[in-house]
């Protein structure tokens, strides 16, 4: 039992490493980039006290080199869902009691873990196995996942302090239990912090989870296990199956004790998995709680007042770090014709200079689109593109998977508002622009509202008020995270809580307050003081 009312450690942001040559997180990355390529691991699944091997092996390469081997994972059966399961359901009984503190310390731990003698091991896995450079790997695996782990403690308690009035000779009280069963978590490549945060989320506010991560993450992935079981996380809490999707799920979304799925991944994905636990919904002890991020089409709108080189940077950069891959990245832009021609050139400038290889080499800015079939998709957008009247190419256009899955950046200018690359989610290093009359900038709201399903990021660059105020207000449903002279990406844990609605998922914003009462079961208690023992009221009374 709680014996105080405790506060926990400050907010506060993690701070960012800069790696530049000579500093001591660079070399320490260096070594650690070095130790991982000169060495071959297995990775099994952490189910309950037990780590499983299977024989069903398979390799994990570098995306920029993919003939290097890192190691390989063992792949997972319908078995050994069950069994982690199982594992769950039996951690429950002791994790859901725990008090809120003991969680808590656990995490903390975690994220100091991360940040100290562990920083440099989980970037150097994502740079690996995710093709990463070095600052896309710190302000992901390193620093948003320690702000994830803290700010979440200080959420908690912010929830649990939530508490009802109590009238005269009442005490009324909230308790915030946690979900009836366990908590299934999907998690994507291109995110480490987000692998980590959708388990540890809800295992946090003392539910307990099966994480399954994306193949193609789970060389940092396992890090994550690591650290996790290094902070004294109990066996079954969170249990990390290596199943194929189909696999995990046939045996999940059966299950009675099913009780919420965490998930980040495709709007396809994540509609079919709706579409099954509405199917098995008499099955379950509880409705579920499905909360879910997917895809994005995000876009960056410029008015004739913007500044061209913010524009151009914020383009850039939101185009093009991490090849695109982000949820969150400029993938198509509405740019006005009294700057086309000089945003243009800032663009084409920073392009020549901008460098595309393996991460090792810190001076490369792009590095690889995370697998074959990325790779094959993106691509294929690209030489359809080469092929169109429709379209004018900018720059870029190449692309080899000799060596790595290396996609160059590219700019395509559409000449239609409806061209195909300027509707659907391509998720790599692709931007498509559209030039409209600098005229009509509220003319063009309405498409850019119209054009995509989805609504997760999007940016207006401007300095007239006026403008920024317009397109605030019309493009308020065409995103959940929406920027204002600033690029569509990177968002910060505590400072912008991330997510989108329409296509984009429930909008329940990781990096909130938001997303934790999702894994609570509210019970209200009353308790009276001194109790009635009567049953007349005074109305009953006589004339």
């Not at 320690?146 to 009238?167: A, C, E, G, H, K």
Request: net charge negative; glycine share 8%.
């Amino acid at each position: 039992m709680s014996l105080g009312i405790f506060n926990v450690p400050a907010v506060r942001n993690e701070p960012v490493k800069n790696y530049a040559p000579g500093s001591p997180e660079r070399d320490l990355l260096k070594k650690a980039l070095e130790e991982a390529r000169s060495r071959t691991i297995e990775i099994p699944q952490y189910i309950g006290s037990q780590e499983i091997y299977s024989q069903n092996k398979r390799a994990i390469s570098p995306p920029h080199d993919h003939q290097h081997l890192l190691g390989y994972f063992h792949e997972g059966s319908a078995e050994d869902v069950r069994l982690a399961v199982d594992a769950a359901i039996e951690a429950r009984k002791s994790w859901a009691v725990l008090n809120w503190e003991q969680r808590a310390a656990i995490f903390l731990k975690a994220a100091d873990l991360i940040a100290g003698p562990y920083r440099a091991e989980i970037n150097a896995a994502t740079m690996l196995g995710q093709s990463k450079n070095a600052y896309q790997a710190e302000i992901d695996s390193a620093c948003e996942i320690i702000d994830f782990l803290r700010l979440n403690v200080n959420f908690m308690r912010d929830i649990y302090s939530q508490q009802p009035l109590s009238s005269d000779g009442i005490w009324n009280r909230m308790e915030y239990r946690p979900l009836e069963g366990f908590v299934f978590a999907i998690t994507p490549f291109n995110f480490t912090a987000i692998a980590g945060n959708l388990p540890a989320a809800p295992a946090l506010m003392g539910n307990v989870v099966i994480w399954k991560p994306a193949f193609t993450q789970v060389y940092s992935a396992n890090v994550i296990m690591k650290v996790f079981k290094e902070a004294g996380l109990p066996d079954g809490v969170i249990n990390m199956v290596l199943a194929d999707g189909p696999v995990a799920g046939d045996v999940i979304f059966k299950h009675p004790d099913f009780a919420g799925i965490h998930f980040t991944g495709s709007t396809k994905v994540f509609q079919t998995i709706w579409k099954t636990i509405g199917e098995n919904i008499a099955a379950y002890k509880s409705f579920p709680r499905i909360v879910g991020e997917t895809g994005g089409k995000d876009f960056v709108l410029a008015h004739k007042s913007a500044d061209p080189k913010a524009l151009a940077t914020g383009l850039v950069r939101g185009a093009f770090e991490y090849q695109g891959q982000k949820c969150s990245a400029a993938s198509r832009a509405y740019i006005p014709s009294n700057l086309w021609e000089e945003v243009k050139k800032l663009m084409l400038a920073d392009l020549e200079e901008i460098k595309m290889g393996g991460v090792e080499d810190f001076s490369n800015f792009v590095n690889a689109v995370i697998d074959e079939r990325a790779f094959d998709k993106i691509t294929g957008y690209i030489s359809k593109a080469k092929e169109s009247d429709d379209t004018e190419f900018v720059a870029g256009g190449d692309f080899d998977k000799s060596k790595g899955y290396f996609v160059q950046p590219t700019i395509i200018r559409a000449l239609k508002t409806d061209y195909v690359t300027l509707c659907e989610e391509i998720f790599g290093p692709v931007l498509t622009i559209y030039v409209y009359d600098d005229n009509e900038f509220e003319k063009i709201i309405p498409i850019i509202d119209s054009t995509s399903p989805y609504a997760l990021t999007g940016a207006i660059f401007a300095t007239d008020r006026y403008a920024i105020q317009y397109a605030s207000e019309h493009l308020v449903n065409a995103a959940g995270n929406f920027y204002i002279n600033d690029k569509p990406t990177g968002a910060v844990v505590g400072q912008q809580p991330f997510g989108g609605a329409r296509a984009s998922g429930t909008n329940d914003k990781a990096g909130s307050v938001l997303n934790l009462l999702r894994w609570v079961s509210p019970r209200a208690i009353k308790e009276t003081l001194v109790s009635p023992v009567d049953y007349k009221y005074p109305f009953l009374g006589g004339v």
